[in-house]
């Protein structure tokens, strides 16, 4: 699809207004991400791509909650996790996801007074019950002497924060790709070029390229090459240009094209290393042409 500066900055500012309400539930969040990835790998403008770098954070939110909204203890509520009532004033907590932080979770708890009565209910954790799987909860009231506090059922509530990643910074970066390089063959150049002597690791011989003008003009030149191998490696540089492209069928064809016009009777000679793997030489596998 092709889109205008203006639609793409309003697609932009759309999808970014969904992240910031997706911030707190993981992977609503991930999804959210991903569509708007998948947006961006769409926009096709002027045949530049472009791409979303998100920098990540995590923060803490509460994710599992609950407890009890009746003095009696009844009237369960929870949310992620499941609550159950043990006894008088026992319940337990159970996530219904196992805490990634294992038991290094704070847990927050509050708990409901009668204004009248003012029992004083206190709401804490049972010692030894805290796992990465949940924990169990007392809820207690003095006995007004020297004895243990007594159970007793009253509201309370709890919440533990849980980890997710919410988005600190998105930048749209534009992608310009390289077009894939394309072979533009000249005339043929029969009676004008010939090749002496074309080696390219046959019999274990390094690249050796010869392009001679037969005639008494100066002419431009190209010659083509078509090998199993990718790179000719350590050519020396001279008066030319070389464009590799592969054909997909396990060969590769190099195109060398002359920036200087080869004189009269004149030859430029194109030397490298040792091709893996082996082309056929001979100059029958040379196509020489007049750019």
Same mark, same amino acid.
């Given at each position: 699809?092709?889109?205008?500066?203006?639609q793409?900055?309003?697609? +932009?500012?759309?999808?970014?207004?969904?992240?910031?309400? %997706?911030?707190?539930?993981?992977? #609503? %969040?991930?999804?959210?991400?991903?569509? %708007?990835?998948?947006?961006?790998?769409?926009?096709?403008?002027?045949?530049?791509?472009?791409?979303?770098?998100?920098?990540?954070?995590?923060?803490?939110? /509460?994710?599992?909650?609950?407890?009890a909204?009746?003095?009696?203890?009844?009237?369960?509520?929870?949310?992620?996790?499941?609550?159950?009532?043990?006894? #008088?004033?026992?319940?337990?907590?159970?996530?219904?996801?196992?805490?990634?932080?294992?038991?290094?979770?704070?847990?927050?708890?509050s708990?409901?007074?009668?204004?009248?009565?003012?029992?004083?209910?206190?709401?804490?954790? =049972?010692?030894?019950?805290k796992?990465?799987?949940?924990?169990?909860?007392?809820? !207690?009231?003095?006995?007004?002497? !020297?004895?243990?506090?007594?159970?007793?059922?009253?509201?309370?509530?709890?919440?533990?924060?849980?980890?997710?990643?919410?988005? /600190?910074?998105? =930048?749209?970066?534009? $992608?310009?790709?390289?077009? #894939?390089?394309?072979?533009?063959?000249?005339?043929?150049?029969?009676g004008?070029?010939?090749?002496?002597?074309?080696?390219?690791?046959?019999?274990?011989?390094?690249?050796?390229? &010869? $392009?001679?003008?037969?005639?008494?003009?100066?002419?431009?030149? &190209?010659?083509? $090459? +078509?090998?199993?191998?990718?790179?000719?490696?350590? %050519?020396v540089?001279?008066p030319?240009?070389?464009?590799?492209?592969?054909?997909?069928?396990?060969?590769?064809t190099?195109?060398?094209?002359?920036?200087?016009?080869?004189?009269?009777f004149?030859?430029? +000679?194109?030397?490298?290393?040792?091709?893996?793997?082996?082309?056929?030489?001979?100059?029958?596998?040379?196509?020489?042409?007049?750019?």
């Open positions: 699809m092709i889109y205008t500066l203006g793409l900055t309003a697609c +932009v500012k759309e999808y970014c207004a969904k992240l910031m309400d %997706l911030m707190s539930a993981d992977q #609503e %969040l991930q999804n959210g991400i991903d569509g %708007l990835q998948a947006q961006i790998d769409d926009l096709n403008l002027g045949g530049a791509g472009y791409t979303l770098d998100l920098t990540m954070k995590t923060i803490y939110e /509460e994710q599992v909650a609950g407890g909204l009746n003095v009696n203890g009844t009237q369960l509520w929870e949310r992620n996790s499941t609550v159950t009532r043990l006894g #008088e004033g026992r319940y337990r907590v159970v996530f219904n996801t196992v805490h990634p932080d294992g038991v290094e979770y704070h847990i927050s708890v708990g409901r007074e009668d204004i009248v009565n003012r029992d004083n209910p206190k709401v804490t954790v =049972v010692e030894g019950t796992t990465a799987s949940g924990f169990d909860i007392m809820v !207690t009231v003095d006995d007004n002497g !020297t004895g243990a506090d007594i159970f007793e059922d009253n509201p309370w509530t709890f919440g533990v924060r849980w980890p997710c990643q919410v988005v /600190e910074n998105a =930048v749209l970066i534009e $992608v310009v790709e390289e077009p #894939e390089p394309t072979i533009e063959l000249g005339a043929p150049a029969n004008v070029l010939e090749s002496d002597n074309f080696q390219d690791g046959n019999g274990n011989a390094p690249f050796n390229l &010869q $392009v001679r003008n037969t005639t008494n003009t100066d002419t431009t030149w &190209q010659a083509v $090459v +078509v090998g199993p191998y990718a790179t000719i490696p350590g %050519l540089p001279g030319y240009t070389l464009t590799t492209v592969d054909n997909g069928d396990g060969t590769f190099h195109s060398f094209v002359g920036t200087t016009l080869l004189g009269d004149d030859n430029i +000679v194109i030397t490298g290393g040792l091709p893996v793997p082996a082309g056929a030489g001979g100059a029958a596998n040379v196509d020489l042409y007049i750019p």
